[in-house]
């Protein structure tokens, strides 16, 4: 085994998909571990990729012949390159009926989803793997004690596998995404307004979504600053998080929050240069917060689960950071990034116990803060940064 391997929570889920499924999909960002994860949970299937244009041009040409060198099932890499392979697969999987033949991989959550609802619907066993989360780096004996260093170096593997800088390895991540990403989709002409767009988001990391005037200041319409989100979300560089649906009694704002999937990538756009300057920036607040949801959001996905996240503010302002939504229960979690419990902290729980209370069966909630201890406070959970990624399924 590589020893540079980080064992991820995923395993287990991927492994019972494909004792279930034909077919496994494992989509996510690039390079967040989707083809080391698939080659190790099945080390004994040929891998094929088909970034590779000589892959790409025969799987193409001739699908039929390209799947028939793998009899026995593969892996496959970026399998949303050459979309006339899933009709294909269909046949094949539906002829023998083995479960767990084939593994796909894909960095374009759009193009490999669409695949599968058009050609392989019901057949296919579908996980999302996104970064390294908090655990994953523990288990793996990596120094995780300095949260603004964790925060700054964020949760690409590479980072915490390779002898590379976290500034080197993001410049040539953008780079990567701009101009192989970014340039195969037709949303996308002007691609320095691109990334332009791309800053101007990490600028707004953890705030209400107001796409009018992220459009206005990239110097381009709502409907092009609309493409563009949908481009971020299809590459899995950002995610929206809805707000919560139930009202009580209260008038709720429609619109939702945004988030970035890693905090290294944040911090490289703002041209944060260490964990320092972090530590006293502005933005610490949206940066720890995207970290928190995006904890949370990993537990869900690494079970194969939909995430029930949301958050919840009304019209006054009023404002809880996020509500978790998990078998039948609701319960709401704060986040703050100062190191040390202020009273004030607990000022949108109480509010939020005091609203949802009739409600509710429990309206207790958790107070996710930037410091060291666990322990309860009048009835609410108070949680160590270090444990975001257990809050949904511990409390």
């Not at 240069?273 to 006293?280: D, G, V």
């Amino acid at each position: 085994m590589d020893a540079t391997y980080i064992a991820r929570r995923a395993e287990k889920t991927i492994v019972n998909l494909s004792k279930g499924f034909p077919i496994v999909a494992i989509t996510g960002p690039r390079q967040s571990g989707k083809t080391t994860l698939a080659r190790h949970v099945f080390g004994d299937r040929p891998y094929v990729s088909l970034e590779d244009p000589d892959n790409r041009e025969f799987a193409a040409v001739d699908p039929k012949g390209f799947l028939a060198r793998f009899a026995d099932g593969a892996v496959i890499d970026e399998a949303q390159r050459v979309p006339e392979l899933f009709s294909w697969l269909q046949g094949i999987v539906d002829d023998n009926g083995r479960m767990g033949q084939f593994i796909l991989t894909g960095s374009r959550q759009f193009g490999l989803v669409e695949g599968i609802t058009q050609s392989l619907a019901g057949r296919v066993g579908e996980i999302k793997l996104l970064p390294l989360c908090v655990p994953e780096l523990r288990e793996a004996e990596r120094n995780i004690s300095d949260m603004d260093k964790i925060l700054y170096e964020g949760f690409y593997p590479a980072v915490h596998t390779r002898n590379v800088k976290p500034e080197q390895w993001y410049n040539a991540y953008i780079g990567t995404y701009l101009e192989r990403d970014v340039r195969s989709m037709t949303a996308v002409q002007n691609l320095s307004a691109f990334q332009t767009f791309i800053r101007l988001a990490a600028g707004r990391c953890g705030q209400i979504l107001n796409l009018s005037s992220m459009g206005a200041e990239a110097g381009v319409s709502h409907n092009t600053a609309k493409a563009w989100l949908s481009v971020l979300q299809a590459s899995f560089i950002v995610f929206l998080l809805q707000p919560f649906h139930k009202n009580y009694k209260k008038r709720l704002i429609k619109s939702p929050k945004l988030y970035f999937y890693d905090t290294g990538l944040v911090a490289r756009l703002l041209g944060i240069t260490n964990p320092e300057q972090l530590a006293l920036h502005p933005l610490k607040g949206g940066i720890f917060e995207s970290f928190v949801v995006s904890e949370i959001m990993k537990n869900f996905h690494n079970n194969a689960r939909s995430p029930g996240c949301f958050f919840w503010r009304d019209s006054s302002g009023h404002e809880v950071d996020m509500v978790i939504e998990d078998r039948m229960r609701v319960f709401p979690v704060e986040v703050k990034s100062g190191k040390t419990i202020a009273s004030d902290f607990f000022n949108s729980l109480r509010r939020w116990r005091d609203m949802a209370a009739p409600y509710e069966n429990d309206a207790s909630g958790t107070l996710l803060y930037g410091g060291d201890e666990n322990y309860t406070r009048e009835g609410f959970n108070v949680v160590s940064w270090d444990r975001a990624y257990d809050i949904n399924g511990s409390h």
